[in-house]
């Protein structure tokens, strides 16, 4: 791993490495694959040479036809980001027991680096212009439980997965468009049958409804206000459905994408002497990542389910 310039806390990195907030899932979504430097490379590889059928047949003196396989070598660079913070000496002097304030300001910053990365994922896989055919976006007049005019959400996830050259393993979708499905007439009477009146499915029914290994339900809010201004509350998770087959063991045996992560997170803190009458504690924390969609065939988006 590089060395960088300046002091790292080896003793609050062990916090910064371990923490994981629990109500997101871009861990689930972009998984974190490690990568040797800085800039690093993966391959994207042609589809067209998985499907297209050559001539197979071999005549008595004829040598075999030849074919070949590529793949396209993509480079990209992980990118920092991180925070800081300025703890006062006397916020330190007087903390209550078992109250260490600097431990507290990297956990709160971990909060906040983990929480933008949720937001940036969700912006980017959920993002139609990062799709070409892989994709269905609904009209207003087409959305789920719009009468009359709504299409069928069982109908339009089946008909997605049947398109996908790749099946699905994982369902994406954001907390509302959750509660809709999971008691949507059509979704409940395909897994209950005729007895599905008033019954309400468990993700993992979900799942196993569409064949998938996993059902990623998202939660989180952020505050779209500027600072100082009336806190505003937004999903990061929309009203969209991401169908995703994520290949678990390396990022180059076909998957959907993942996030570039180079080293582990870092945690710096240095004395600060010249800020108030006692001084304080600068304390900082980050990490290295870029995230990548490997394979477009290994997803589809279907947009614009619900009004958010």
Partial sequence: MTTRPFPTDTKRTAIAIGYKNT???AD?????????????????HTIADGFTLPDTKVGRKSDPNSVSFSAE?????????????????????NAPENYDPVNRSVIGIMDLI???????????????DNYS?????LTNAQRFGTATTGLDPFTVITDAIDAMLMKPNQMTLGGKL?????????ITSAYFGSANAGRVLKPQELAELFEMNEIIVGSSFVNTAKKGQVVNLAKCWKSS??????????????????TARHGDRIVGSQEVKKKGLTGGTEVWAGEFVKEVMCSEAHGYLIDNCLAD
């Fill in 23 to 25: 109500n997101l899932i």
């Fill in 28 to 44: 689930k979504v972009l998984p974190y694959e490690t990568v040797p430097a800085e800039k690093f490379s993966y391959l994207k």
């Fill in 73 to 93: 070598d993509k480079i990209e660079k992980v990118e920092a980001y991180g925070l800081d913070d300025y703890i006062p000496q006397s916020d330190i002097d």
């Fill in 114 to 128: 983990l929480l933008d990365r949720e937001k940036r994922v969700a912006d980017f896989v959920l993002n139609k």
């Fill in 133 to 137: 055919a892989n994709k269905k976006v």
């Fill in 178 to 186: 959750w509660n809709f499905l999971k008691s949507c007439d059509s």
């Fill in 241 to 258: 459905i991401l169908l995703a087959h994520q290949n678990p063991v390396t990022v180059n045996s076909g998957t959907f994408g993942f």
